[in-house]
């Protein structure tokens, strides 16, 4: 008997969990994006996990740890460390779990419906401000970003009340109270996407092929080539995706001239590696312009995959047993805004695309490069786009993406446009 229930509990936590990554995986899968059908997964997983206790919010959050973010543990394998990758899920799936059940276990501290389900509530909208080794992907109102239901705060906070007071007064229809959560402001105060003649550019290079010398050129006139293209359009911008130079640009004399000349037809945005006057290295955005460019460099770094967040004697251990011993990319003290024909962009390269840190002074414009060929094929490229979603909604800024081996994309007003 006691089997049984310990199955159940696993089977509903794996339940939740499900709904809470539907609308991830419709996307990811068959391509579906649909607001009414996100409404209802959204709302059943709210619901559900409301109702459930500790063990089963515990289960909840191990699947939910597993669903979103199991493509993390893939960077072992470009490290030839595919031992590595369950371990690697596994303890991402046990933070989530962990963090769910101490959520859990103190609404149960006193045998009250009214302390047990404040507890639940205010754990869901605290959860987007916890964020592990400083990674704040996970934002439970993610699950509501293409549905009916407004992202912001107070519109979840209706949600999770109107869910609460269903349950406590077991009365189904105090759900509909979640209307009030429409973004009604947003629909009906949309602004047109402007016409800047941006071109944004798309390639699918590998890991393995992009860091071998041997294709290096190969890889520099595609670039170059696409630059053309931009031209030919009569483009005013083009953006090529995140280190799609994979060298020092700065130390590449000649492909620097020859970039420089062109940016006197077209403003290039482009990633590439910088090594300042320390030898430091950087994950840097380059804006070449009317013949002279400046740089712009990654503020916020990737924990473990560009910095190690662990103590400095810890950190040197693990980058010498799974990195090589490689160096630690240098962060930017600052985060960078530049001007492109009298339009303020702001500068985000890859993973501090999704950070909240680059939106809170609700910049309008963002260019930013990424490169997902570390992780694909995954859900990541997805997820990455639903966060973003998610911010161009939540600050009302557009954003300019241009990437390597996933789509490229605008969003505006929180919608895609290819």
């Known amino acids: 008997m006691r089997e049984y229930f310990i199955i159940n509990k696993i089977i509903r936590g794996l339940l939740i969990a499900i709904f809470a990554s539907m609308a991830i995986y419709l996307d990811y899968l068959f391509n579906i994006v649909n607001p009414l059908l996100n409404t209802i997964f959204g709302l059943l997983t709210i619901y559900l996990i409301l109702k459930e206790d500790s063990k089963v919010w515990f289960w909840s959050g191990f699947f939910i740890g597993i669903f979103w973010f199991w493509w993390i543990s893939l960077s072992f394998k470009n490290y030839g460390f595919f031992w590595a990758m369950p371990i690697g899920i596994l303890f991402t799936a046990f933070s989530y779990g962990f963090l769910f059940l101490i959520s859990a276990k103190v609404s149960e501290i006193y045998k009250n419906r009214i302390f047990n389900l404040g507890i639940k509530i205010s754990s869901l909208i605290l959860f987007s401000y916890i964020h592990p080794f400083g990674f704040d992907w996970f934002k439970m109102e993610l699950i509501f970003t293409n ?19 269903a349950i406590y007064k077991n009365n189904m229809l105090f759900i509909s109270l979640v209307i009030f959560a429409f973004p009604f402001n947003r629909y009906y105060n949309q602004t047109p996407l ?3 003649k941006i071109e944004l550019t798309n390639f699918h290079i590998n890991v393995e092929d992009k860091w071998n010398l ?14 053309e293209e931009a031209i030919d359009k009569k483009q005013k911008i083009v953006i090529l995706p ?7 640009l700065n130390r590449s004399p000649k492909l620097m001239t020859i970039l420089e000349t062109l940016s006197n037809e077209i403003t290039i945005i482009t990633g590439g590696l910088y090594l300042d006057e320390k030898d430091n290295p950087k994950n840097t955005t380059y804006i070449f312009q009317n013949g002279e460019f400046k740089i712009a460099s990654k503020a916020v770094l990737v924990p473990f995959g560009e910095y190690n967040p662990l103590p400095t004697w810890l950190g040197k251990i693990v980058n010498r047993i799974f990195f090589d011993g490689a160096p630690d990319y240098k962060a930017s003290l600052k985060i960078t805004d530049y001007i492109v024909d009298g339009v303020k962009y702001r500068n985000a390269i890859c993973y501090e695309g999704t950070s909240e840190k680059l939106y809170q002074d609700k ?13 694909v094929p995954s859900v990541e490229p997805t997820l990455q786009k639903i966060i973003l979603q ?3 909604k939540k600050y009302g800024t557009t954003i300019y993406h241009s990437a390597n ?10 919608k895609i446009y290819k």
Request: glycine content about 4%; hydrophobic content about 50%.
């Open 194 to 196: 402007p016409d800047r």
């Open 363 to 375: 910049p309008k414009n963002m260019i930013l490069i990424s490169n997902n060929g570390w992780v």
């Open 390 to 392: 998610y911010y161009s």
């Open 242 to 248: 995140e280190s799609i130079f994979a060298l020092f």
């Open 214 to 227: 041997k294709f290096q050129k190969q890889h520099i006139d595609m670039a170059l080539n696409k630059i």
């Open 405 to 414: 081996m996933s789509p490229s994309y605008i969003i505006h007003n929180g």
């Open 147 to 165: 549905s009916y239901i407004g992202i912001l705060k107070w519109q979840f906070l209706i949600v999770l009340l109107a869910t609460a007071i």
